[in-house]
T-cell receptor, first 113, second 110 residues
Framework: KAGVTQTPRYLIKTRGQQVTLSCSPI?????VSWYQQTPGQGLQFLFE???????NKGNFPGRFSGRQFSNSRSEMNVSTLELGDSALYLC????????????FGPGTRLLVL | KQEVTQIPAALSVPEGENLVLNCSFT??????LQWFRQDPGKGLTSLLL?????REQTSGRLNASLDKSSGRSTLYIAASQPGDSATYLC?????????FGAGTRLTVKP
């Protein structure tokens, strides 16, 4: 069974640009959660999607958005990038939600210059 | 707001030692607690998930306990090996809001 995949693995952008990251969950998993990991703030929850609907949202500005498709694949978008958005972005999938074991992808490392 | 703390921040032990990692949380109204390991630059690997109704979970050399009333969980690693070197994170799920500790960086020396 294939694991969670994230693309791209590495990305370099400049301030003011926008970026889209992609996450393909484990087959059959309908919940996808996104996290931001930085050395200073650690791992922080961004949002969770289930059946194409955003079910939970963390404390991030509106520049961070996401969506989920009918095949459970998810994308997150960050607009008007800031230097502080440089981070490892992780997605995790589970069958129905974070109340179960979550399986993480390898992450997308974003560097904003 | 749930806050999760992990102590110590770093730990170095010789191979073969048994060790305990600690995780504490401020709000006992949790759904579950999950322990992960993270290797440098990589994603997280789930180790153990303890539901709020459970007291402990075991997998191989790993044993995790949960005491909701005191807001504590421990991860016990038996007979540590160099391959256990990684950062260990605990995550507390309260009302589908996952909060992570800062992690304990473990080094097991051969």
């Amino acid at each position: 069974k294939a694991g969670v995949t994230q693309t791209p693995r590495y990305l370099i952008k400049t301030r003011g640009q926008q970026v889209t990251l992609s996450c393909s969950p484990i087959s059959g998993h309908r919940s996808v959660s996104w996290y931001q990991q930085t050395p200073g703030q650690g791992l922080q929850f961004l949002f969770e999607y289930f059946s194409e609907t955003q079910r939970n949202k963390g404390n991030f500005p509106g520049r961070f958005s996401g969506r989920q498709f009918s095949n459970s694949r998810s994308e997150m978008n960050v607009s008007t990038l800031e230097l502080g958005d440089s981070a490892l972005y992780l997605c995790a999938s589970s069958l129905v939600g974070p109340q179960e074991t979550q399986y993480f992808g390898p992450g997308t490392r974003l560097l904003v210059l | 707001k749930q806050e999760v703390t992990q102590i110590p921040a770093a730990l170095s032990v010789p191979e073969g030692e048994n060790l305990v990692l600690n995780c504490s949380f401020t709000d006992s109204a949790i759904y579950n607690l999950q322990w992960f390991r993270q290797d440098p630059g990589k994603g997280l690997t789930s180790l153990l998930l303890i539901q709020s109704s459970q007291r402990e979970q075991t997998s191989g050399r790993l044993n995790a306990s949960l005491d909701k009333s005191s807001g504590r969980s421990t991860l016990y690693i038996a007979a540590s090996q160099p391959g256990d070197s990684a950062t260990y994170l605990c995550a507390v799920n309260s009302n589908n809001d996952m909060r992570f500790g800062a992690g304990t960086r473990l080094t097991v020396k051969p």
